[in-house]
């Protein structure tokens, strides 16, 4: 059959190879391509198909790991997957210099997440908050019926706050329910809880419930982080180059200043943060979508967005920094329990609970953000991107094994990285 359209039923009822061979059609793929796709990492087609819907192969990233970690005096091999170069070695960079220091100090707070439900037509907004606030504790005890694993497990519902807000289509009354999910992210706990209340809800405020559905901003399920990173230990990473611990710092503080200050600045500034927050999350098949989207309401939650960091100097004149952001991640429930790359990740981590992985997560954040401004206040970040920048070039214009290096670090040395320069220095190497 030729088709050209993209409107293909059941799609997720044919075969794999029936698939491949409606999107090759459709894309003209050839036979590489097609041979591409087939190629599947630790994650099996089988596997895959169970996660995703209308699946046809898998996306890899690399995985790597960042090391030097020490996170509450204990030591950590982090598992990074990410597709942009430099951002695992400086991770692992700015945890040899906080290592001198004693490392990080991470503390979690419980993992409670919120659920909200929405309650429109209610005739007297202060009335129902009023009843609910009354009924609560049976409301509770009702979300708490919906997952008694969860409270088994020492978690399950814990409070009510209910709020009215007013909107272009009338006042409405937002009721949030505080669940604390322990070792899950708690999206399905949440929302399961939040559609069981939501028919009492109606009868109590004499309202229609309509969204029932867990909040991105957990508020409630923060992380902080602090470091020290002594002038002494950042002077020597800038030994070739001749900079003063003390100077290296001001500079430092001035480029925290300009994203404390400034939203064009701050969201760069947490971009890098979420370089390792992401990377770690994906290792470990985390939802980042809900990270990136908590943690950037998170920033601007003061009501102008700005970093998620913060530093200053100690009265021995060591830079001190600091990291607060929610982190809602879990252990069972989701990917880190089917992808097998992920479960391998968590292995290394040794992590024991989502607590313990949100505050390792929070740690690589700190110290992404602290070599991006290490690297940004001084020599800037190209020299460090360059290197890694110049080894892909070197590949694109065909150079393999040992060539790479050489080709790499001969253009760098020029400040010429371009695939024909390459391509010349391949040449002459091969003797051409
Ligand atoms: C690049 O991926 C991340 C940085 O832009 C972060 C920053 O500017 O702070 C280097």
């Known amino acids: 059959m030729f088709m050209t359209g993209s409107e293909i039923s059941g799609f997720y009822k044919k075969s794999l190879e029936e698939r491949l061979a409606i999107v090759k059609e459709f894309a003209e793929l050839d036979k590489k391509e097609i041979e591409e796709l087939k190629q599947y990492g630790a994650m099996s ?3 895959a198909d169970r996660m995703a819907e209308n699946v046809i192969g898998t996306q890899q990233l690399p995985l790597g790991i960042a ?6 005096g204990k030591d950590y091999l982090i598992p990074m997957s990410i597709e942009e170069p430099s951002v695992i070695a400086a991770a692992s960079k700015a945890a040899g210099i906080a290592r001198e220091t004693k490392g990080f100090k991470a503390e979690a707070s419980p993992p409670v997440m919120i659920g909200q439900v929405q309650l429109v037509n209610v005739k007297d907004c202060e009335k129902a908050i009023n009843e609910i606030k009354k009924n609560s504790r049976a409301i509770i005890d009702l979300a708490n019926k919906a ?36 070792d899950a992210m708690g999206a399905n706990a949440v929302n399961t809880m939040c559609e069981t209340i939501a028919l ?120 001190v920094g600091e990291i607060e952001m929610p982190l809602a991640v879990g252990l069972v429930g989701g990917a880190i329990k089917t992808s097998p790359v992920a479960k391998i990740s968590a292995k290394i981590l040794g992590i024991k609970t989502a607590n313990e992985l949100a505050e390792v997560m929070a740690a690589v954040g700190l110290a992404q953000n602290f070599a991006a401004l290490r690297a940004l206040a001084t020599e800037g970040i ?34 010429n990285i371009r695939v024909d320069r390459a391509k010349e220095l391949l040449n002459e190497l091969e003797g051409k």
């Open 147 to 182: 997952d008694p694993v969860l409270v088994k497990f020492g978690g399950g519902a814990r409070k009510i706050k209910t709020q009215a807000i007013d909107t272009e289509r009338g006042k409405m009354v937002i009721v949030h329910l505080l669940v604390d999910v322990r």
């Open 382 to 415: 190209q020299r460090g991107h360059m290197g890694l920048h110049a080894k892909n070039i070197a590949v694109m214009a065909g150079a393999k094994g040992k060539q790479i290096d050489k080709i790499a670090s001969k253009m760098t040395a020029e400040k």
């Open 45 to 47: 087609f089988e596997i």
């Open 67 to 72: 090391t030097n970690f020490l996170i509450n």
């Open 200 to 319: 009492e809800l109606e009868k109590i405020s004499g309202g229609e419930a309509r969204l029932r559905i867990i909040s991105n901003l957990a508020i409630h399920r923060t992380v902080k982080v602090k470091a020290v990173f002594s002038k002494k230990a950042l002077e020597e990473s800038f030994k070739e180059r001749n900079l003063k611990g003390e100077e290296i710092i001001e500079h430092m503080l001035d480029a925290h200043q300009f994203a404390a200050n400034d939203c064009f600045r701050a969201c760069t500034n947490n971009k890098g943060i979420m370089n390792g927050v992401d990377a770690v999350a994906i290792a470990c098949g985390q939802d980042f979508r809900a990270l990136e989207a908590g943690a950037h309401a998170f920033a601007s939650l003061k009501g102008k967005y700005t970093t998620l960091t913060k530093y200053y100097k100690n009265k021995e004149g060591n830079l």
